[in-house]
């Protein structure tokens, strides 16, 4: 065969209902033109970088340094990672320095780094469901088995489910808050219990990680705050990007918070150094590196965000369907109106050009996920559609 | 981590001297980080790039690039191969490095075996490791040219591919034609058996070629060659991570090829080439930095090490020469050459004792001003040898 088996059943897991759906979009966009269609199938931001972003990179590359494109260190320039260090010390209260700041190709890029640099084949990695289905693949790449992990009814965290999921082979646990693709936030109280169950077995010798993907970190709405992990726990290693919160997606740049608490640094960063480097990223790419140090305190808009939660929040329960709330990211998960989630987002797109992605692409049947990171035009345009689907689900037989 | 370890000692020993005696009296050689700038036109349509109002230009693309950008590298690998390359054959990467891991983690399942002629840079292990491949290493003769009957007694059932990097780091070695036309013959009769064996031809330093040598193309010797590139050399953009892989037109089910490093490229977290430099690099193929530079450099530092009675193949291509140790203990050597205010890296580090590499993107000053200590280190040795 041309390619690797592995590479083939990997693909093949992923296809089928993907490709299918992928390539029906296709088709229904062809036809109907596409304004006519409502894709909420892609958590691609149609956001734009803050204007001040735009300009200072044009300053930037207006009066260039000599080797502002050159290799730098593999874990990226120096000011860059002080500049971000000072601003986490401000938000967590805990005592960052350059050195445990690691720029990374963005979130996946930081996942893939840190997982290459801990795990051994075998070693154990929780993951909270329904989960981002790359996470799956990421833990794969280097050997490690992902153990799947119920969230409550609410999506918040399970204690009770992750404590039993802990083997001797757990090496982390991998949480996403704001989540990907409840958009639940995890609350303090569950984070807090989380931390007392890891400081237990670490009490008994056995040292568990906390990996947080916090790519959509600054996306929280309500006035929440997101809760401060590091504080919680020792060995927190924070993975973040600016795809979403300077919506920066396509250029890839990220970093990796490694907590002051974690005693082996050093060895850390070394396995990471050359993590980064033997899996081919090198270093974070250097131009954007500059810009994210400038603009740790700056974000798209939130309350944009936060608006179109709401408007699609308001459609979604007058059209009858049953959702958790979100408060952060743009994603939300509704209950399907009929067990076969598969038959249900095919329905909606069939019928009302409503693009969607069913939840089993999330290790959740039986839901589906809503990316609402489009223009408030076309989640309104929506509302219709969503309407009518509500009435032949919900009301249509009584 | 252990494998690399004494490259960072040496390194670190490195950064001593220069406290020590100041940057300016420490030659340093051991880096491969181009000094060399951007070209000025590609600099001014960086700006124009950044400067531009359009929506989306930061978005996330499709995984494998910007589709425009793909056809502009296509059109030029069209002019440059005649092969009838089209967009969807090329797959924009995190520069080359970026790009073999894709194109090892689509092809490779465990035990497999990539022949890798040797000396060679060392990451290509950990890039074959990575995704549970196996490293056969092959020696080259010694004008460090391939040694096809070698490569012939290292083929085995487990060989998926050949791993060519050329121009060549550490050698600067550019393979001729009439030689790679052997390694191709050879493989078609192992692929006559129904064998296939890629070519993964590693060309990060193709436009870095001196005397009007043209490097041989290797998609047009043989079918299943998959070209893995990068601007880090040829346009000076090595922190910026841009490259491209490039599957030739020619390999039978291509399709499913391109749809593996495209699913690789996402898994393996790149997720797709930064954005802004897929815009800048597509119109600047058929652009380079100064080549005669470094011809001029590469002049320099072989007359430099001739004077001074080293034995050196004269390098073709890229930026490195890789001299033979006098003593055989290369380790040994380097450190001598330390004490002279000398870094280089021992050939022991490219899987080839005995030898020594010199990088020479500096600026030529360096070179010059370095002249003496190299005489003196030769002195030192034939002294020595007399003794």
Sequence with gaps: ??????????????????????????????????????????????????????????????????GTHRYMSNNGYEDVRQDIADYLREVHGVPFTA???????????????????????????????????????????????????????????DIGNIEAAITKQTKAILINSPNNPTGAVYNEESLRQLAGLLNTKREQGQEIYIITDDAYKKLVYDNIKLPNV???????????SHSKDLALAGERIGYV???????????????????????GFVNAPALFQRVAGKFQRTSVSIADYEKKRDALYAILMEAGLECVKPQGAFYMFPKSPIPDELEFVRTLQQEERIMVVPGRGFGRAGYFRIAYCLPMEKILGAREGFLRIGDRYYRGGK | MKNSSWIRAMFEEGEKLKKKHGVENIFDFSLGNPITEPPEILKEELIRVASSHAQGMHRYMTNSGYDDVREEIAHYL???????????????????????????????????????????????????????????????????????????????????????NSPHNPTGVVYNEEELRELAALLRERSQKGQRIYIIADEAYRKIIYNGTRLPNLANLYEDTVTVTCHSKDLGLAGERIGYIAMSPHIKNVRSLIDATIFANRILGFINAPAIMQRVVAKFQRNSVDIMDYQKKRDAIYNVLVESGFEVVKPQGAFYIFPKSPIPDDVQFVKTMLQHHILTVPGVGFGKPGYFRLAYCVNMDVIEKSRPYFKEVGELLRNGREQ
Aim: glycine content about 8%.
């Design chain 1, 1 to 66: 065969m041309i390619i690797s088996h592995e590479m083939d059943q990997l693909i093949k897991d992923q296809e089928g209902w993907t490709r299918r759906m992928f390539e029906e979009g296709i088709r229904i966009k062809k036809l109907y033109g596409l304004d006519a269609v409502y894709d909420f199938s892609l958590g691609n931001p149609d956001t734009e970088p803050p204007e001040t972003l735009r300009k200072a990179l044009i300053d930037m590359l207006s009066s260039p340094e000599i």
């Design chain 1, 99 to 157: 050195g445990h700041i690691f720029m990374t190709v963005g979130c996946a890029g930081g996942l893939n780094v840190i997982l290459k640099s801990m795990l051994n084949p075998g070693d154990e990695v929780i993951v909270p469901t329904p989960f981002f289905w790359e996470f799956k693949n990421y833990i794969n790449n280097f050997g490690g088995v992902t153990r799947f992990v119920e969230t409550k009814e609410d999506f918040q965290l």
């Design chain 1, 230 to 240: 590091f504080k919680m726990y020792d060995l927190v290693l924070s993975v973040t």
């Design chain 1, 257 to 279: 918070a490694i907590s002051p608490n974690i005693k082996d640094l050093d060895l850390l960063v070394s396995a990471m150094t050359i993590s980064i480097r033997v899996l």
């Design chain 2, 78 to 164: 069209v002019e440059t191969t005649g092969l009838p390359y089209s967009k969807d054959h090329i797959v924009m990467t995190v520069g080359a490095a970026g790009g073999l891991n894709v194109v090892f983690k689509s092809i490779l399942d465990p035990g497999d075996e990539v022949i890798v002629p040797c000396p060679f840079f060392v990451e290509f292990m950990f890039y074959i490791s990575n995704h549970g491949g196996a490293m056969k290493l092959v020696d080259t003769k010694d004008d460090f040219h391939l040694d096809i009957d070698k490569i012939k007694a290292a083929i085995t059932k487990k060989t998926k591919a050949i791993l060519i």
